[in-house]
């Protein structure tokens, strides 16, 4: 089945949080995202790296751009940078664009308006968010189109999602509104987030089930996880949460420690804010965050439990005996 396709372009070292982040939210929509750093690029032994990603973007389906405060390399036989060039590959093939700036950026770029005029000025200031102006003359180039021209400022990957997926859901309302039959399929991926993880881990289940209440309270305890976004964190830092692991541990951090993660708060990755890293990296406010959904969704299983008059001792005794019957 064939899903929409994201390509995310910018440069990577100061934006590699939130491209982690970005990912993942990609996936969490059942879309594939395509990442230079993520192997989904086919690097041509032929072509520079550059020119491997160029020829990637037509492949695309949405194109993403991020900027921030660093230029990048440049393009082979060319001033521009690549994000600059795959920016205008986008354009040329008429591929959706959603363009964000980093917000520090962006308000150099309204000091660099304000003295556009006056060269002699421009080259005396300092840009703390900006490694050279060139930056803000791709921002100019952005916003001079006379479509597809959109650019917003982010302060965190939170707002990023949050501007995505207003955007998207726009875009797919009106291929509704136009009747189109592609845009209904489009639709249905994005109402089914997820679905095959979710009938995967369900259908497991079902499969094993013999009709006893332990299945069935086991598949309902599933079904709350599914729903659970602290779970999705925690199976995108690449820990596989279960039932019992989730009410065997107290706090996020037991829980992550018990699944492998190294939960820490890094300062680099904390100024983005809502972050995580697929190494256990969060930021200071996404932990806060995590502890608290992990809160809620363990009293929801608890509760789950209580109503099937069984404790969280007979979820982990349940699990241990799947375990010994799958192998």
Known sequence: MAIPTVFVSSTFYDLRYPRESLKRFIESLGYSPVLSEEGTVFFNPKETAAESCLREVSNADIFVLLIGGRYGSSLPSSELSVTNGEFLAAVEKKIPVFALVEQGTYNDFALYRANSSKPE????????HADTPRIFEFIESVQGRTTNNALVPFGSTASIESYLRSQWAGMMHSFLTHGSKEAQVVDTLAVLTNVNERVEVIAEQI??????????????????????????????????????????????????????????????????????????????QRLIRMEKQYITLQNHLLAIVDEYNMTPEDVVAYELQALKRSN
Do not use: K
């Open 207 to 284: 499969l094993r089930s013999v009709g006893t209440s332990e299945d069935r309270l086991y598949v309902r305890l599933l079904q709350e996880m599914i729903q659970s976004s602290v779970v999705s964190d925690l199976r995108f830092m690449n820990g596989r949460p279960t039932p019992g692991v989730v009410l065997a541990n107290s706090t996020i951090e037991e829980c992550a420690a018990n699944l492998g993660i190294d939960l820490q708060v890094e300062p680099e990755i904390d100024r983005y804010e809502d972050t995580i890293g697929a190494g256990g990296q969060v930021s200071s």
């Open 121 to 128: 000025i421009i080259d005396q200031l300092s840009f703390p």
